[in-house]
């Protein structure tokens, strides 16, 4: 996690010594910074675009100030927390769900002993926050602009049903009603669906590739489009790209991953001969790689253990692609508590 402080007077940068001190020790990332006049708003624009939370030691009003211009979207905006200098209240400002400033401001006010300000509604009166849950599950929120709906309903004592493509561990909390039909909220790694409904998305998809040298990404990427429609899959699902280790310096496999955010894993022709099941075989392959396919066998074994086949080897232009999916498990509760 990546934390900027910033504070604005010699009492309020010692607080914010003590909390950098505190957050590195845990493994965090953390900068702290006293405030020089006018260069609050550099500081705010460089820390808000790469860092996960920011901590305003001062005033909430200047907080307000300087990260206005920058709030854009709840999904993507980093927590952002104030503590006075007196370290009497740690508030959470913004992302207090999706962000985790909700839990941020708690935690310092813990290690202050300050009183923690937390205003969201669903936390309040103790409602079930779906924005908060999907990100605890680690689920992809699609469509971030239906949690309104869903947490107005929720508040307003109505019932939300939720639909899900995987197994569901455990009884809903209070207010969600589970449902095989029309549903509010969908947990699903398809593109198929109620489209008005929540969609929060798994990221338990491999995507395995075999390609010709020097494929170019363009080529990679295209062919990706196309079998994520074939499959109906979510781009959100996918969660990483394997093949097999003679592609491991692959620069359109390279490029294509550096743009989509997703690691790259490859494997040894053995390991993917020994991967159990039935796959789409090629003699020429095999004289080239050393296993009879790549791509199937590849997303197979990035899934682990139980993983199972979305689709067989597509092929296009010289790049063959296979989607594999892990188990996943919906769970609602951890340690007897709602999550």
């Not at 996690?1 to 010594?17: D, H, N, P, T, Y």
């Not at 095989?180 to 669906?193: E, F, K, M």
């Not at 109620?194 to 295209?222: M, Y």
């Not at 080239?288 to 066998?297: A, I, P």
């Amino acid at each position: 996690m990546k934390i900027g402080i910033v504070a604005f007077s010699e009492k309020g940068f010692l607080l914010g010594a003590r909390l950098a001190e505190y957050y590195a020790s845990n493994s965090c990332d953390v900068d702290v910074t006293r405030c020089k006049d006018g260069s609050l708003g550099v500081w705010t624009e460089a820390h808000f675009a790469l860092d996960d939370a920011l901590i305003f030691v001062g005033s909430a009003g200047i907080a307000v100030r300087a990260i206005a211009p920058h709030v854009k979207r709840k999904i993507t905006d980093p927590a952002v927390v104030v503590v006075d200098e007196l370290a009497t209240y740690s508030i959470s400002l913004l992302a207090g769900h999706l962000g985790g400033a909700n839990e941020l401001a708690t935690e310092i006010a813990q290690l202050l002993d300050a009183i923690p300000v937390v205003t969201t509604a669903t936390d309040l009166n103790g409602i079930f926050a779906v924005d908060n849950w999907a990100k605890k599950q680690g689920l992809i929120i699609v469509n971030p602009d239906r949690i309104k709906s869903v947490s107005s309903r929720l508040l307003a004592g109505e019932t939300v049903k939720l639909k899900s493509n995987f197994p569901v561990e455990d009884a809903p909390p209070k207010g969600i009603e589970l449902t095989d039909g029309p549903s509010d909220i969908l947990v699903t790694w398809r593109t198929r669906g109620k489209t008005e409904a929540l969609q929060l998305v798994p990221p338990v998809v491999t995507l395995g590739v075999g390609c010709k040298k020097d494929t170019d990404a363009e080529a990679i990427e295209a062919a990706f489009s196309l079998v994520l429609a074939k499959t109906s899959c979510h781009r959100a699902a996918v969660k990483r790209v394997c093949s097999i280790d003679l592609k491991a310096n692959e620069p359109g496999i390279l490029e294509f991953c550096r743009r989509h955010a997703l690691p790259f894993h490859t494997f040894s022709a053995s390991s993917l001969a020994e991967v159990p099941g039935k796959f789409s075989s090629s003699v020429f392959v095999k004289s080239v790689t050393g296993v009879d396919n790549v791509c199937e066998r590849s997303a197979i074994l990035g899934c682990g253990e139980n993983g199972r086949l979305l689709t067989k080897k597509e092929a296009e232009n010289g790049i063959t692609m296979a989607l594999a999916i892990e188990p996943y498990v919906v769970r609602f509760y951890e340690g007897g508590k709602v999550q």
